[in-house]
């Protein structure tokens, strides 16, 4: 074979520096933006942030919100960061973490509010700060605690049973074990791991130690199980609602009740020592040769069950704020020609302003044969494409956002059930605009509406077929059925068949498999469960 040379001409992309921090950037979230912003602040000299003041000659200052928006943004990046640190734009509360607890235990009728299997709490949503609240029983008599209250108050559960535990003026022994079992709960006041596992965590393989430890484990869990809220203490949901029946079993004693009060208190006891299961089923039938009672019987006792708290700590828990500060704000104009119409502007709060230090970069231009001259103008340079590609990210995200807004203009003004099929394609055919790039921008990046507070991903969705040879978004179609749901018999719950027959008869072909995904996408349980007592 004989060797020689050729030419040959190709092309290939090749991700410089900048392009590689713009793709970066694009798809941080808000709060990760201010992190990066904070980082490029320490690390480069060159980089400032854009006072109030009057700029002073020299290399001119570069304003990125001034740039993208009409608005001005306050310099408070070190305060909108501690705020969303602090804060979301939902407020949560922990899941019930108790192991035992059937995955598919729901408590809707009688007494129980939410479709997620939160007994006796509520929420609502009004814009990107909905409220969260939680009733629950306690000894003094009060019927209902504000979480919120709770949490305003920075009182934890821990918090709270130390200061009761002060008042037991228990040996040195029993108190430290009563402050290890306290630390030693889950925030909604389950004790998760068993004694045996705690005295082995202290005493390590030392056998008499750690029978010593268990002991006073033992004593010190039926003090904490004494303490209120309660209910605290237990290890599983099972031994949750026995103490609380006990103890509601001997206030009626002590205070006088009917009997047939009594018989519902005995038999939801008796009921609750059966497997959890056959509660979270409702099986009447089998509780019913179990228990020894009639149908009846059993459906108040259920409901009384039903009012009990699941989670003693709920009401406890320091409600953790995500606010999602959204990066898009839309608000309805007023038209001349009466049609409906929305003003798309980026919220200034999560602009940085930044610019180049004048001063710096002047005391480098004059001494340009200096030691090191290479290395701090490559940070200068830095500093420039981190405000340029800071200035593209927040144009791109308008443009996205102003796009999703045009197609979708239904949604803001009639809601979830105008909501049209919309995939990244469309959206980025408009914009000429790659889909990975679309897709960037929509993760992580918040819109607020009219409607509320959407992740901007949330706009996008596939398409059902229509009997008009149109197309139904998935997320119409989702709020379709929650619709169905909502004004259902509870008595005759609608199975999954006969709301694809109704989803027909309104021109939307959707099979049943389909339905049952919207369905637990909805965290919508079965007919058997939603079927009351």
């Not at 018989?263 to 959890?276: G, V």
């Not at 104009?333 to 001063?359: C, K, T, W, Y």
Request: glycine share 6%; aromatic share 4%.
């Amino acid at each position: 074979m004989k060797p020689g040379l050729s030419l040959r001409v190709s092309q290939h992309l090749s991700l410089t520096p900048q392009l590689q921090q713009s793709i970066q950037l694009l798809q941080l979230s808000t709060l990760e933006l201010a992190q990066e912003v904070e980082q490029m602040l320490v690390d480069n000299p060159f980089l400032e942030r854009a006072g109030d003041e009057a700029e002073t000659a020299g290399d001119a200052p570069v304003d990125v919100a001034a740039s993208v928006s009409e608005y001005s943004v306050s310099d408070g990046i070190h305060a909108e960061k501690e705020a969303s640190q602090a804060q979301l734009a939902t407020e949560t509360v922990a899941e019930a973490p108790s192991p035992e607890t059937p995955e598919t235990l729901n408590w809707e009728a009688d007494g129980m509010d939410g479709q997620d299997g939160e007994w006796g709490g509520e929420s609502s949503s009004e814009w990107d700060t909905p409220s969260a609240s939680s009733s629950t029983r306690n000894r003094d008599g009060d019927d209902e605690t504000d979480a919120i209250d709770l949490a305003r108050e920075h009182q934890s559960l821990t918090d709270f049973l130390h200061r009761q535990a002060l008042s037991l003026h228990l040996g040195a022994a029993d108190t430290a074990a009563l402050r290890f079992l306290i630390e030693s709960l889950s925030d909604d006041g389950y004790l998760e791991d068993s004694l045996q596992e705690l005295a082995q965590s202290l005493a390590g393989d030392d056998l008499e130690e750690r029978e010593e430890l268990e002991q006073h484990f033992a004593i010190a869990l039926k003090l904490l199980q004494s303490l209120e809220p309660v209910g605290v203490g237990a290890r599983d949901l099972a031994e949750c609602l026995q103490l609380q029946l006990r103890d509601l079993i001997r206030t009626a004693e002590d205070e006088g009740t009917t009997e047939a009060h009594m018989s519902r208190l005995l038999l939801a006891q008796a009921i609750c020592a059966q497997p959890m299961d056959l509660l979270a089923r409702r099986d009447l039938r089998k509780l019913t040769s179990l228990c020894g009672a009639r149908e009846e019987q059993l459906r108040e006792a259920m409901a009384l069950i039903a009012r009990l708290e699941p989670r003693p700590g709920r009401r406890f828990v320091d409600v953790e704020r995500h606010i999602v500060v959204p990066d898009v704000i839309v608000r309805p104009v007023r038209s001349g020609s009466g049609r409906a119409d929305f003003s798309v502007q980026l919220n200034p709060e999560v602009m940085p302003r930044l610019r180049v230090h004048d001063i710096y970069a002047g005391v480098l231009r004059r001494h340009k044969n200096s030691d090191g001259h290479a290395a701090l103008q490559q940070q200068l340079q830095e500093a420039r494409w981190f405000i340029k590609n800071i200035q593209q990210r927040f144009d791109t995200i308008l443009r996205v956002s102003e796009a999703i807004v045009e197609r979708q203009k239904n949604f803001f003004v009639h809601g979830e059930l105008a909501m049209r099929p919309l995939v990244l394609r469309d959206i980025a055919d408009t914009l000429g605009l790659h889909e990975s790039t679309i897709s960037r921008v929509t993760t992580a990046k918040y819109m607020a509406t009219p409607q509320g507070t959407f992740e901007l991903k949330y706009f996008f969705g596939s398409g059902l077929g229509t009997e008009t040879g149109g197309s139904a978004s998935s997320t119409a179609v989702r709020a379709l059925i929650k619709q169905f749901v909502d004004a259902e018999d509870a008595r005759k719950p609608l199975s999954d068949a006969k709301l694809a027959d109704m989803l027909k008869e309104q021109g939307i072909e959707c099979a049943r498999r389909t339905v049952a995904k919207y369905r637990e996408q909805l965290k919508i349980p079965t007919t058997t469960l939603r079927k009351a007592l």
